[in-house]
């Protein structure tokens, strides 16, 4: 957080450049075009190796610069999105029940916490019922056509 309007200005400069390059991003995503690809790496060197003189965005700067391959995959995988909101959105049950709980007492039962809200997740996704796919995998008797496992859901799904 800039303190003075000194500082203000280069977080303010480097923040509309960040968001120029998400906007023209998310664009060329609809449509890739190999032909730009150079120039997305050269506008992302133009605004992370940037020195502007304000430590704290110079360290930031130079963090997110060292992180360009994994940042600037997008453009060999155009499906990758860019944002994390999914990933966010799918630990938010988790995050509260942590908080509410105060953790789990044992590596054993925060493995089984994190199996079993993997497996909500994934038949939420799935569109499947959880309790129907747990008590199928129990053996309990249900209604309808027994769930197959989640590999050929997941591949039935991609």
């Known amino acids: 957080m800039p303190m003075t309007p000194k500082q203000e200005r280069p977080v303010t400069t480097t ?14 995503k609809q449509q890739p075009s190999p032909h730009l690809i150079t120039g997305f790496r050269r506008r992302f060197e133009q605004i992370f190796a940037r020195r ?3 430590e704290a965005l110079d360290k930031l ?14 453009l060999e995988h155009p499906y990758i999105p860019l944002h994390t909101n999914a990933s966010e959105n799918d630990i938010r049950p988790f995050v509260t029940r942590r908080k509410i709980s105060g953790g789990t007492i044992s590596l054993d039962g925060r493995i089984a916490r ?3 809200l993997g497996l909500m997740k994934t038949c939420q996704k799935l569109g499947i019922s959880f ?10 008797a249900s209604s309808g056509q027994p769930i197959p496992p989640l590999s050929q859901l997941v591949m039935m799904a991609s």
Do not use: Q, S
């Not at 923040?15 to 060329?28: E, G, P």
């Open 131 to 140: 309790y129907r796919f747990l008590g199928d995998r129990l053996g309990l």
């Open 52 to 54: 502007t003189g304000y």
């Open 15 to 28: 923040r509309d450049l960040v968001w120029r390059i998400y906007k023209a991003l998310t664009v060329w």
């Open 61 to 74: 700067l130079a963090r997110l610069h060292r992180r360009r391959d994994e940042l600037l995959k997008v």
């Open 114 to 116: 994190d199996v079993m």
